[in-house]
């Protein structure tokens, strides 16, 4: 009955719609190495970080090329290995993994450093002057508020602890869980765990203020989904990896997680589920995937869908909006805003 049900719902095409392309930036060698992470202020100004060249790349609301900034380094203003960001009217925060938030203004220019005491993979801006990380403690994720003056206290809920691995069983999954927060319509927070179909409610306060539950399905892989994983093809800069070099001795019998990211768009939610989403860090785009439709009030499972792009391609998720970096026929990459059929 249950497969019976599964095959009932529509189903779409596996591109995803383009709905807007970016100008390509003046010639620049350093130009989308590992693009990692991306955020479209209120204003509609898009920011994209680019993890290895230490780069932040920036278009205008109507997809004109503005200006890039950033170098290694250590002096003021110079990043380490940024990973993600997120933006304000007049602001962009920029996370590093050296414990460190960058606050840049719009032109580029650096203003200032937030401190931070744990070792972040993501985060997102609750209000002026107040963070919530997602970083490991003790081998647990969570989740935890983090305000101007530096000051840091996490956000206890035994509900929001990393679900446990199964006694006995080593943690390398080819569809690795994930620990994920996103904005919602409403203006409050979402966080959850990928092996939990629920998500907790949060304000700017970083109060819990209650959860919601979805109609998600844990599944073992299939052997197509095995065969499909030791066979991928994956974005450039991931190959030498040595857990990409030993894609045969991940554990096949775990069960895949529910989702790597959530999208909330109105009054649906979609859970993306991809490959290799949770191996290296929050933000990672990925060219293939599939992904459930929601109810965003009732929980309900409404349709499926799923994506493929050529192998140096990646697709990034945050809030409500969908990120590509695709290959074009041409073996050029372009920056394009895609929409998710059903959504």
């Known amino acids: 009955m249950l497969m019976l049900m599964l095959l009932m719902l529509p189903s779409f095409d596996n591109d995803l719609a383009v709905v807007r ?18 955020a479209f202020a209120p204003n509609g100004v898009l920011f994209l970080v680019d993890r290895v060249n230490t780069k932040v790349f920036s278009w205008s609301p109507d997809g004109r090329f503005r200006v890039s900034w950033g170098k290694r380094g250590e002096g003021p203003g110079e990043m380490f290995r940024p990973v993600h960001l997120t933006a304000s009217n007049d602001e962009v925060y920029v996370l590093d993994l050296r414990r460190r938030i960058y606050v840049f203004d719009h032109a580029g220019n650096w203003l200032r450093n937030l401190e931070l005491t744990v070792q972040p993979r993501a985060f997102t ?6 963070f919530c990380i997602m970083h490991l403690e003790e081998g647990i994720q969570r989740f935890s508020l983090i305000g101007e003056d530096e000051t ?29 927060m996103q904005r919602g319509p409403d203006g409050d927070f979402y966080l959850g765990f990928s092996e939990d179909a ?29 065969a499909q994983f030791k066979a991928l093809d994956l974005y450039a800069p991931w190959r030498s990896d040595p857990r990409v070099r030993m894609l045969g001795d991940f554990d096949y019998d775990l069960p895949k997680g529910l989702y790597v990211y959530f999208l909330i768009k109105g009054d649906r939610i979609a859970f993306i589920l991809t490959p290799t989403g949770g191996m290296w860090g929050v933000g990672t785009g ?16 409404l349709s499926r869908g799923s994506f493929s792009f050529p192998g140096d391609s990646m697709v990034l998720f945050e809030d409500d909006r969908c990120l590509g970096i695709i290959v ?16």
Do not use: W
């Not at 304000?203 to 197509?224: M, V």
């Not at 995937?289 to 009732?298: A, K, L, P, Q, S």
């Not at 074009?328 to 959504?343: C, F, Q, S, T, W």
């Open 198 to 226: 629920i998500l907790y409610r949060v304000n700017a306060a970083g109060k819990i203020l209650g959860q919601r539950s979805f109609d998600l399905i844990s599944e073992l892989p299939t052997e197509e989904d095995i």
């Open 125 to 130: 801006r609750l209000g002026a002057n107040r």
């Open 21 to 38: 392309h970016f100008q390509a930036p003046p010639e620049d060698a350093a130009y989308l190495t590992d693009p990692h992470g991306f």
């Open 286 to 301: 990925y060219p293939e995937g599939t992904y459930t439709v929601c109810d965003f009030e009732t929980g309900k499972r």
């Open 152 to 180: 840091m206290h996490t956000i206890h809920s035994a509900a929001l602890r990393y679900p446990t691995e199964i006694p006995g069983r080593r943690n390398d999954r080819p569809f690795a869980p994930e620990a994920e």
């Open 328 to 343: 074009n026929p041409d073996g050029d990459r372009e920056v394009v805003e895609l929409a998710l059929a059903g959504m």
